[in-house]
């Protein structure tokens, strides 16, 4: 197997850890007592998703979580970051609890606590309980409030059981891609209209975390994607395009959180609401956290509109994940060039990685508390060869590549704690369905085989090999 001649290394203490989540790995979409999701309606419209796929078998996690906790457990990980199911929790999104979701949940902690692995769970990844999405969604204030009442029950279950605890998962995504451009559930084209959607989703992040605190939890912590925004060109267009995107993507979702304020930038696309009252809700959204976790992939460029058709390219329209922008947006995201790229056509840039972290302490200072890597990985599909083996070096270039650019920042002074690789297995992803594979392990859809990839024992030597110099 080729790999570096050496391994990544990383400071005395750093936690190794695994992502997934809920409506990605679970299925048994509609049994025990389950109720539907945003997704699950996403994914029942014809052209929602690539090949009619659906989350509703995905890795069938939900029968065979002790075979991935044993695969856990032999690549020697410290915590497992997974979701809850709201809507396998608590059908309605409010009101009657359903105690066999609280009992699969229960299985899964015990069973991870057990094996020596942190249970690290997220309240929220994306599948908002249809009920509350046809009432409007994160569009609705009375989500957030439905979600804070939803994390008193879950802190309340669990914080004898689960030492770490993340809030909400990228609400950028969803606010973005969900409301903005309508190329996730719910489904809903609405642009700058959908910025309503990113304050109720910090809410719902500030409640929880008053909600899980006053039932006993601690150590709790967000997870934000977030990239470094590349102007075009250095005319003045593009650079006023690229500090519009970066701060409607980046600064929106971390300036609440770490300083009680939205980006000066932004005040006009603000919530509409009374001074009182955003006042009162920033107080909230700035409940002191434990921890920032950050999601990276990559950079973005951005450009002024037209900046294809000024460089002589076709004029088509901007893309994202292959699905068409709102033309009428203020900017146009731009091709990174001369870079590897992951077979989602994401442009491989570890040294971005470094950049965005630099940033977050050059803008918070001491407002920033410990950092963990909540997700990081890329879209590999290499599959078994006829001997079986998945030979994927390409992920362990990149993820090597990426621990390098952390032990970088690290060097220049940022409090990176832990690393949680996207993902332990292939899953469904989304929009694009069961056609991207990030795993560490291969999931067959058919058979529902798992298979090690080479990128899996290269994780587990990487661990390993740090645990030994403890």
Not at 201 to 211: E, P
Not at 430 to 440: C, E, I, K, T
Not at 445 to 451: A, G, V, Y
Request: negative net charge; contains cysteine; charged residues 20%.
């Amino acid at each position: 197997m080729n790999q570096p001649p050496t391994l990544p290394v990383l400071p005395t203490g750093f936690l190794w850890g695994v992502s997934t989540a809920a409506y990605q790995i679970e299925g048994a979409a509609a049994e025990d007592g389950r109720g539907p999701s945003s997704w699950d309606a996403f994914c029942a419209e014809p052209g929602r998703v690539l090949n009619g796929d659906s989350g509703e078998v995905a890795c069938d996690h939900y029968h065979r979580y002790p075979e991935d906790i044993a695969l856990m457990a032999g690549l020697g990980v410290d915590a497992y970051r997974f979701s809850f199911s709201w809507s396998r929790i608590q059908p309605a999104g409010s009101g009657a609890i359903n105690p066999l979701g609280l009992d699969f949940y229960d299985r899964l902690v015990d069973g991870l606590l057990d094996a020596g692995i942190t249970p690290s769970p997220t309240l929220f990844h994306w599948d908002t309980p249809l009920p509350l999405e046809q009432a409007g969604g994160w569009l609705n204030r009375e989500t957030a409030l439905r979600f804070g009442e939803y994390a008193g029950i879950v802190g309340e279950h669990f914080a004898d059981r689960i030492p770490r605890w993340i809030t909400i998962n990228e609400p950028v995504v969803l606010t973005m891609l969900g409301y903005g451009a309508g190329i996730q559930a719910p489904g809903l084209q609405l642009g700058f209209e959908a910025l309503p959607a990113a304050h109720n989703l910090l809410l719902g992040h500030g409640l929880a975390v008053r909600a899980l605190r006053a039932a006993g939890a601690s150590n709790i912590g967000v997870a934000n994607n977030h990239a470094p925004s590349w102007p075009a060109s250095e005319s003045a267009a593009d650079q006023e395009a690229a500090g519009l995107y970066d701060n409607i993507a980046n600064w929106i979702f971390a300036d609440p959180i770490l300083t009680g304020r939205y980006p000066e930038a932004l005040a006009g696309l603000l919530p509409d609401a009374p001074a009182e009252v955003l006042e009162h809700d920033l107080a909230i959204i700035s409940s002191p956290i434990d921890w920032y976790g950050i999601n990276y992939y990559n950079p973005t460029m951005v450009a002024a509109p037209g900046y294809s058709a000024r460089q002589g390219e076709s004029d088509g329209p901007a893309l994202i994940d292959g699905h068409e922008l709102d033309a009428s947006l203020p900017f146009e995201l731009v091709d990174i060039d001369g870079y590897p790229r992951t077979d989602f056509d994401w442009p491989v840039v570890p040294d971005a990685f470094t950049e965005l972290l630099l940033s977050f302490r050059e803008r918070y200072g001491d407002a920033l508390p410990p950092v963990y890597i909540t997700e990081n990985g890329a879209a590999i599909n290499d599959g078994p060869d006829g001997e079986g083996r998945v030979d994927d070096q390409r992920r362990i270039d990149y993820t090597d590549a990426h621990l390098r650019a952390i032990a970088d920042a690290i060097e220049e002074g940022v409090d990176v704690r832990g690393y949680f690789h996207w993902s332990l297995m292939d899953n469904f992803e989304w929009a694009v369905g069961n056609s991207q594979r990030f795993g560490l392990v291969h999931t067959d859809f058919d058979t529902q085989k798992r298979t090690p990839k080479d990128s899996y024992h290269w994780y587990r030597r990487v661990i390993e090999a740090n645990r030994e110099r403890a």
